[in-house]
């Protein structure tokens, strides 16, 4: 099974699945969500969950331990204001690609009555549909307000300099997925020529694994990194991938593009904060309003903030009935809809 990736695909994806079960099986074995298991642990204990074989050239177990060791301090504090007033979201659900403009204004004019000040624009089709698009925004939100821009691997490495440079005047804080996510040295090219434009480059969510990672953030080729709760191998990578990026000073800002994925990431970037970081400088977690509804504990949003989950748990348990309605061949959605089979 190894030779069939090893550590990236569909055998990674398998091996998350798992692995983060057993997570959430262990944090309902204490009675806390994953979040304050991760929290409560001993920095022995919790280094030793965490494979450091191919990055003890970026990060050794004593350097891991080390840094959690340090976070000690001021770490009841940092949880209690956690509890108090959740972690920063930003919004990506206001400037989807093909939106017509009277919707993104709708959008955005809500978003802002509901707290958000924090907005991703989707980008790549079309470049001067792109500037209208983002100026539309930035006139909405204000230029007190944080706009990113994301183009889902759409463009080559001089494609990209160039479009994002066209952008520069909407003043985004970082193009997210410029070009291949396995071009690890384009995204360096990329992020060499945008520095003098105050846009730093945000990638991660199609990582396979902590090497690349550690690669990534090696050759100064992100500004800000992307993880995502299932992409990798659970918990345990990424719980080396978020040490690796405190040891190099890179702020980490997940992918949670709901389906799911915001259920999961937000424990990781409350471990984050209050056990390793310390930090919500250039800090915030993407939030999409995709399909909550399917899971037994959905993630609350306050102000435009993850509130910390409190059931025990991973917060990944699906409800029975949508399982049951998905389930594949037999589920109602399959049934009703031939077409997809």
């Known amino acids: 099974m190894r030779w069939l990736g090893p550590e990236k695909g569909v055998i990674q994806l398998a091996v998350a699945a798992v692995l983060n079960a057993v997570w959430d099986l262990w944090a309902r074995a204490e009675g806390k969500p994953l979040w304050k298991l991760l929290v409560d642990m001993d920095p022995r204990q919790l280094v030793s969950c965490i494979d450091f074989r191919y990055i003890t050239d970026a990060l050794t177990e004593e350097e891991a331990v080390d840094i959690i060791a340090k976070a000690?301090?001021?770490?009841?504090?940092?949880?209690?204001?956690?509890?108090?007033?959740?972690?920063?979201?930003?919004?990506?659900?206001?400037?989807?690609?093909?939106?017509?403009?009277?919707?993104?204004?709708?959008?955005?004019?809500?978003?802002?009555?509901?707290?958000?000040?924090?907005f991703k624009v989707k980008v790549g089709a079309d470049l001067e549909d792109d500037v209208?698009?983002?100026?539309?925004?930035?006139?909405?939100?204000?230029?007190?307000?944080?706009?990113?821009?994301?183009?889902?691997?759409?463009?080559?490495?001089?494609?990209?300099?160039?479009?994002?440079?066209?952008?520069?005047?909407?003043?985004?804080?970082?193009?997210?997925?410029?070009?291949?996510?396995?071009?690890?040295?384009?995204?360096?090219?990329?992020?060499?020529?945008?520095?003098?434009?105050?846009?730093?480059?945000?990638?991660?969510e199609q990582c396979h694994n902590r090497v690349m990672f550690?690669?990534?953030?090696?050759?100064?080729?992100?500004?800000?990194?992307?993880?995502?709760?299932?992409?990798?191998?659970?918990?345990?990578?990424?719980?080396?991938?978020?040490?690796?990026?405190?040891?190099?000073?890179?702020?980490?800002?997940?992918?949670?593009?709901g389906i799911g994925l915001c259920e999961l990431v937000q424990h990781l970037i409350l471990f984050d904060y209050i056990s390793v970081s310390g930090s919500l400088s250039n800090r915030m977690c993407e939030y999409v309003d995709h399909l909550h509804e399917h899971f037994t504990s959905p993630v609350v949003i306050r102000d435009a903030h993850y509130m910390p989950p409190k059931d025990p748990g991973f917060s990944c348990?699906?409800?029975?009935?949508?399982?049951?309605?998905?389930?594949?061949?037999?589920?109602?959605?399959?049934?009703?809809?031939?077409?997809?089979?």
């Open 72 to 118: 000690q301090e001021g770490k009841r504090q940092r949880e209690d204001r956690m509890l108090k007033e959740g972690y920063p979201a930003y919004t990506t659900s206001c400037a989807w690609l093909g939106y017509p403009d009277e919707l993104l204004r709708q959008l955005c004019a809500d978003a802002l009555k509901s707290g958000w000040t924090r």
């Open 214 to 257: 550690k690669q990534f953030l090696q050759a100064s080729a992100l500004q800000f990194v992307q993880i995502d709760g299932c992409r990798v191998g659970s918990v345990n990578e990424n719980l080396a991938v978020l040490l690796m990026a405190h040891k190099f000073r890179v702020p980490v800002c997940p992918h949670a593009g």
């Open 132 to 204: 209208r698009r983002c100026r539309l925004i930035r006139e909405m939100i204000g230029p007190e307000n944080t706009l990113m821009i994301d183009a889902n691997q759409r463009w080559g490495v001089a494609e990209a300099i160039s479009w994002v440079s066209r952008l520069a005047e909407f003043k985004p804080l970082w193009i997210e997925e410029p070009t291949s996510p396995d071009d690890i040295l384009g995204h360096a090219a990329i992020s060499k020529a945008l520095a003098p434009l105050g846009i730093g480059v945000a990638t991660g």
């Open 317 to 341: 348990e699906m409800l029975e009935s949508s399982v049951q309605r998905h389930q594949y061949p037999e589920g109602e959605v399959w049934k009703l809809n031939p077409d997809l089979l």
